[in-house]
């Protein structure tokens, strides 16, 4: 398993990091461990990534179970100091059961303060190794958005008093470092240059959608991973399954997320979006290999990326998504993907 540093700091983490956001909905505590002890100590992955929304979709009722499920093992397991693990802080939001007088998730001093301990009770560890907000405060164009809106730009804490608090946390030994999630360039290159100015800690990280079909991250913010050393840990690389080929001419699997969840997949149907996966999946058929090997070794192949985050439901899926990654990729698969980014031009955001 490849290591590869997080940022600018002195942790290596495996370029496969384990996601998590099913445990606690799709899986059970049980196979839960089961993951994390397949993945560490038979698989060399080091790397664990969760929020404090988890599982998704986000719900009442199962919020804040992932971490618990990761929590047991660590405290079953005794293995703490050899993992990095990651959490988020949920963003600007409805989902008002995240916060215990029930107000909307903001990044506000007393929102971040509650949170981390909150995380840090459910982890039952005493520090979390990579800190992220999970998606900026200020109102932005989200998740599949195609064109910028004009919000109100006044409307958003300030990014100086984020930092601010996040720093606080470092400095009492409970963060050791810091990211964003589904963040912009405007608001990374901020947030670098308030640290730079204050002294405080840098985002090492920026955890991004990222696959054949979603490659905006390439527009800008693959410039800043590499001249800041702000590196990419892609979500999503197999498209929420699209890439997998379990979707491919209709097709519907029990269990599935597109047949538990319906339109939560919606990204992924939108104009273009059929055409470009049907061609992914066509393709890696075509160059002898499985859509998940070209899907998964195709995001771990480019520089800018520090970590590629997996998930799965099942453990022959697991092992797959690992298997994956242990292909060559070749300039021939280079060249196709890069015909069908030239043909399609990243029709799923």
Known sequence: MELRTLGRTDLKVTSVCLGTM????QNT??????????ATSERGINFIDTAEMYPVPGDPKTQGR???YIGTWLNGRGRRDDLIIATKITGRSSMTWCRDDGINPRHTKAQIDEAVEKSLRRLQTDYIDLYQLHWPDREISGFGFHSYYDYDAQDMEPLEDILENLNRHVEKGNIRHIGVSNEFPWGTMKFLAIAEARGWPRMVSNQHVYSLVSRRYDYANAEIAMREDVGLLAYSPLAQG???????NGALPDKSRKKLFGGFLGRYEGPGGVEAITDCNDTARRLGITPTEFALKFVESR???TSNIIGATTMAQLKENIDAHEIVWTDEMEKEAA???HQYRSPCP
């Open 242 to 248: 699209y890439l997998t080929g379990k979707y491919d």
């Open 29 to 38: 505590e049980a196979e839960a461990h089961e993951q994390l002890d397949y």
């Open 22 to 25: 099913t445990w606690g909905n």
């Open 303 to 305: 520089e800018f990326v």
């Open 339 to 341: 015909r069908i980014h």
């Open 66 to 68: 992932t971490e618990d």
